[in-house]
């Protein structure tokens, strides 16, 4: 066939061109598609990308946030950490000032304490060697019966009595190196360099100052100073010795009644022999040393006998007798008197019973004993009291107890506990220096009292002081509408005694009669009876 001029072999196979085609065609169908899948692809991964990126960003807002938030955190940790460093930095420092306070001054007044004091005085001491312009005066004061006023009102009242001594002597110390508490009721005043006239003005100054009572709210305390002053020199190596020499003369104004009193060297040297006392006290009750006197109370309405009072008396074996005004203060300060008080009852139930066997004594007359304060305050003593006499086959009824006033303002359960038992077993329990002590009398109504003891201090006076014989009048009367017994020390004349009598008092010790007996000696008296003839009574 032929068309146009064309044969027909010379037309193309139409099969395989239209298998091409299909094929292109098939081939670009699934180049769209994969274009469209390509496209959706790239289009889908754009949106992750974005999507991924938008999740990155807001992520690492959020992590930048949380990072300026923790970090924001941190800075307040650390401000806060910082001001509670700071906080207990301060806290340590105030710490250590207490403590550096707490270690130099007293806690109770606030004055520089011992360790204070000490440090001042060593530097002062040291001072003394090397110019000889320096000097120091040290003023050691104590006060006169402040363990009464705590036994009788209490500790916190003696506190506030502390209180205000140290107030009062802050007033005068002025600007003195240093004013301190030691302890107890005994303070220091150290100085620089004074005269003898300027130390002495200004240990007036001190004692005038509580000559005045204190007021502490409703309640008045007298009381008093005793001063030891001290002039410093270069003699002195150190600060102890200072204050040794201070207390020294400190104690001799206390024993003397002087409000003070200035070092020499003398007290220094009877104040080693103080020391070797104590050593030989100690010795002396280990070994007891002790030996009783007697001493006879006569009823003068019957011209007889009504008691004999047990003196104790030391028998050195070196030094001979030595009298109880030498060593019972010593024994006290020592915890020996409970002690010595116990040989002495043990020595006296021994005696009283040899002489009640041999009809020495008659069943109605009694013995008289000292009990120490430190005996009331001992759970111990009531089996004491008991086991001894009845080992000596006697009765509680043959003894009286004789305590000193001042003990028994001591306000404590186990002292009246002590002396209700005493006086439930039959004991008999008078006051000893009666209107020595304070002016309250409570104590006559508190505890189970049986008589009195008229201080020889009211008898000493008595022919010569009309105030003398009214306060004895007084306390007479009193004791009637007590129904007390009254014994009247120290009668020593024929014109005391009668004027005793006219008072109505019925009981007389003294040495009118005669003075303290060993046991041979007290014998003899007992048995020659010399009281019976008033004629007879003549001052020994």
């Known amino acids: 066939m032929r068309r146009q001029g064309v044969t027909a072999d010379e037309v193309p196979n139409l099969s395989g061109w239209t298998n091409f085609v299909l094929a292109v065609n098939q081939t670009i169908q699934e180049f769209t598609a994969n274009r469209e899948l390509l496209e959706q692809s ?19 807002s959020l992590r930048l946030a949380q990072a300026d938030l923790h970090q924001r955190e941190l800075e307040n940790l650390v401000q806060e950490r910082t001001a509670e460093l700071q906080a207990a930095q301060l806290h340590l420092e105030q710490i250590n000032k207490r403590l550096e306070y707490d270690a130099t001054h007293d806690d109770l007044t606030g004055l520089a304490n011992r360790n204070q004091l000490m440090r001042e005085l060593n530097r002062c001491v040291a001072q003394l060697g090397t110019d000889l312009a320096v000097g120091l005066c040290f003023f050691f004061i104590d006060f006169d019966r402040f363990k009464q006023i705590n036994d009788r009102f209490g500790h916190l ?87 040794r020499d201070a207390d020294i003369a400190m104690y001799r104004a206390k024993a003397t009644g002087n409000c003070y009193q200035f070092f020499d060297e003398r007290m220094r040297t009877e104040y080693l022999e103080g020391l070797e006392l ?119 009824h043959d003894v009286v107890l004789e305590i000193t006033e001042s003990y028994l303002l001591a306000d404590s359960v186990l002292v009246m506990k002590n002396l209700n038992e005493m006086n439930e077993l039959g004991f008999s329990i008078f006051v000893d220096d009666f209107g020595t002590g304070y002016s309250s009398l409570s104590y006559l109504a508190k505890y189970p009292i049986h008589g ?56 007389i010790q003294g040495f009118l009669f005669t003075r303290p007996m060993d046991a ?12 019976r003839e008033v004629g007879a009574i003549a001052p020994m």
């Not at 300060?333 to 008080?341: K, Q, S």
């Not at 120490?372 to 111990?380: I, K, M, V, Y």
């Not at 014994?487 to 024929?494: K, Q």
């Not at 041979?520 to 009281?531: C, G, H, K, N, R």
Request: charged share 25%.
């Open 520 to 531: 041979m000696q007290a014998e003899t008296f007992l048995v020659d009876q010399p009281y």
């Open 42 to 60: 790239v289009q889908s991964t754009s949106l992750k990308l974005k999507q991924a990126y938008e999740d990155l960003k807001s992520e690492s």
């Open 278 to 396: 104590e050593r030989e006290l100690e010795t002396a009750v280990r070994e007891k040393q002790f030996r009783v006197n007697f001493e006879p109370i006569v009823d003068i309405h019957q011209s007889d006998i009504y008691s004999i009072e047990s003196l104790v008396r030391w028998i050195h074996p070196d030094k001979g007798i030595i009298s109880p005004g030498r060593f019972i203060s010593l024994a006290e300060e020592l915890g020996l008197v409970i002690d010595i008080d116990r040989i002495v009852f043990e020595q006296t139930c021994k005696q009283f019973r040899q002489w009640r066997a041999s009809g020495i004594t008659r069943p109605q007359q009694k013995f008289n004993v000292n009990l120490s304060c430190g005996q009331l305050e001992r759970s111990d003593i009531i089996p004491f009291l008991l086991s001894t006499i009845d080992v000596s086959g006697i009765s509680p």
């Open 157 to 243: 009242m003696g506190d506030k009595v502390l209180i205000q001594v140290a107030n009062r002597l802050s007033t005068l110390a002025g600007d003195a190196t240093c004013l301190a508490r030691l302890g107890g009721d005994e303070f220091v005043l150290l100085t620089g360099q004074l005269t003898v006239a300027e130390a002495y003005k200004l240990a007036q100054r001190i004692t005038a100052a509580f000559a005045q009572p204190l007021r502490i709210r409703e309640t008045e305390i007298s009381m008093s100073a005793s001063v030891g002053i001290v002039l410093g020199d270069a003699s002195y190596q150190s600060a102890d010795d200072v204050v």
């Open 452 to 507: 009195i003891k008229i201080d020889r201090s009211f008898v000493r006076d008595l022919t010569e002081s009309p105030e003398s014989k009214e306060l004895i009048r007084s306390m007479i009367a009193m004791a009637d509408a007590l129904n007390l017994q009254v014994v009247t020390e120290g009668v020593e004349t024929l014109e005391q005694l009668q004027i005793m009598t006219e008072l109505g008092c019925r009981y």
